[in-house]
C-alpha cells in the first residue's frame, strides 16, 4: 500500500522558563520565543506485517511499518524577548524529512478499517 499525508500544525512556545536555557539563547543570540505555522506532506510505502491477497481475504487484525519521504515548510514569528510587544521577526524555514509510520489496523467492514497509527519525523 501507499501512503500520502498533507497536514498543518500550529507552532508556539510556551511552558516555564529555565534559567540554564535563557543564559544560552542569550549568549547565543538565540529567539526567545515565536509562533507560526508548519506544512507538511509526505509519500510512504506501507508495508503490512501479515500479508493478505486482497482486501476480502484479510484478517480481522494487521499490523503495518512504513518509511518514505516528506517535505516541510514553516513560516513563523520570532521574538528575542519575553516581552510580546517586542519587535517579531518573521521567517521561514523549509527541510527534507523521513517520516517513520508503525500502525494497528481493526477491520470493521469488506473495505473498511480503523487504525491507530504512531507517526515521527526526522528531518535533516
Do not use: C
Amino acid at each position: 500500500a501507499l501512503q500520502l499525508s498533507l497536514g498543518t500544525q500550529w507552532l508556539e512556545t510556551g511552558g516555564p522558563e529555565r534559567t540554564w536555557a535563557v543564559d544560552a539563547w542569550q549568549a547565543s543570540g538565540g529567539v526567545f520565543t515565536f509562533t507560526g505555522q508548519a506544512f507538511y506532506g509526505d509519500f510512504m510505502p506501507i508495508v503490512y506485517l501479515i500479508p493478505y491477497d486482497t482486501h476480502m481475504n484479510r484478517g480481522r487484525f494487521n499490523a503495518y511499518v512504513g518509511s518514505g519521504f516528506g517535505y516541510v515548510y514553516v513560516s513563523r514569528e520570532d521574538r528575542f524577548s519575553f516581552d510580546d510587544t517586542a519587535p517579531a521577526v518573521s521567517g521561514t524555514a523549509t527541510s527534507f524529512y523521513i517520516p517513520g509510520l508503525i500502525g494497528l489496523t481493526y477491520s470493521i467492514g469488506s473495505v473498511t478499517d480503523l487504525s491507530l497509527e504512531f507517526k515521527g519525523m526526522f528531518s535533516f
